[in-house]
């Protein structure tokens, strides 16, 4: 298949790519050109800034593919630009969503508990939203304007040794150099998922018939209590957390106030088996430990 992937030079992003050449797929990259090309020539580059809309433009004028996978969609207004640019361009677009679309509010979530098909549009640039809302409202636009078919993905905090964002990585530092962590809610569950697998579920549903929203995550949770026991054991060392206070730097990542974590039901139910969490975080905690000690 023709393929094109919208950010997929780091991190999950990169492992879809990897993924999708070695089913000897014909894979185009899509960025600013600013993490460099780590695949050399076995993919297609198109360096553009997706903000020039003009450019963007002009980079997709005569294409078609099969599917697009866009991982770096944060707007109504970038969704709005990909349903106009890729009208009759593709078979299928694969958004990257988040579990930042449901509200924290202690329970479990399913799809059901934010509908894109009828939730209200306001336009606007990344900028004028928040993280979470940015992604509620790229995902109503695609839904409402896009004239193929779509499927969201709803990662939970995406884990693995290459994080650029570092946040299993944060907690490993700070408890390996006695500096303190603070956070609201140390029993608070959460629901994680590994780089390689993101990459897998992404694949699996750009390549499986199906369209509307997915959560994507290991099966299980766990609390951040639980956690830092393991980078504990791991390293000899205790924890210093604050429940209270704490200045800006020590602020946990994972600081929620609430359970926060999502069901896979409806994905397992479409073919796809997700590994479950304990299966591999000790592994990882574990990896990360003697990488930073």
Not at 36 to 59: C, Y
Not at 62 to 69: A, E, K, L, P, Q
Not at 122 to 133: I, T, V
Not at 245 to 266: C, F, H, I, L, R
Request: hydrophobic share 35%; aromatic share 10%.
């Amino acid at each position: 298949m023709n393929i094109l992937v919208l950010g997929g030079t780091r991190f999950f992003g990169k492992k879809l790519v990897e993924l999708c050449i070695e089913n000897g797929h014909d894979v185009t990259i899509l960025t600013r050109g600013q993490s460099g090309n780590p695949f050399g020539t076995a993919v297609k580059q198109l360096i553009v800034d997706r903000d020039d809309h003009d450019a963007l433009e002009n980079a997709l004028a005569h294409t078609t593919w099969d599917i697009v996978y866009d991982n770096i969609c944060y707007s109504p207004n970038e969704a709005h630009t990909i349903c106009e640019l890729l009208k009759g361009k593709t078979k299928k677009l694969v958004f990257t969503s988040t579990l930042s679309t449901y509200e924290v509010d202690g329970k479990m979530k399913k799809e059901e508990d934010f509908d894109p098909y009828h939730y209200q549009i306001l336009m606007g640039d990344r900028e004028e939203f928040s993280y979470g809302e940015g992604k509620r409202q790229a995902e109503a636009v695609l839904f409402k304007e896009a004239s193929f078919p779509v499927v969201a993905v709803r990662f939970p905090i995406v884990m693995g040794e290459h994080d650029y964002t570092r946040r299993l990585h944060f907690h490993v530092e700070r408890i390996l150099h006695d500096q303190p962590i603070s956070l609201p809610n140390i029993d608070a569950q959460m629901s994680y998922i590994t780089d390689e697998e993101a990459a897998e579920f992404l694949y699996f549903v750009g390549v499986t018939p199906i369209e509307g929203p997915y959560n994507a995550t290991a099966s299980g949770a766990i609390s951040l209590k639980e956690l830092l026991a393991l980078i504990e054991e791991e390293s000899g060392k205790r924890a210093k957390i604050s429940l209270v206070g704490g200045d800006e730097e020590s602020q946990s990542p994972y600081g929620v106030q609430a359970d926060w974590y999502m069901t896979n039901a409806k994905a397992e139910k479409a073919g796809f088996t997700f590994s479950q969490l304990r299966d591999w975080l000790p592994n990882l905690v574990k990896t990360l430990v003697k990488q930073l000690q």
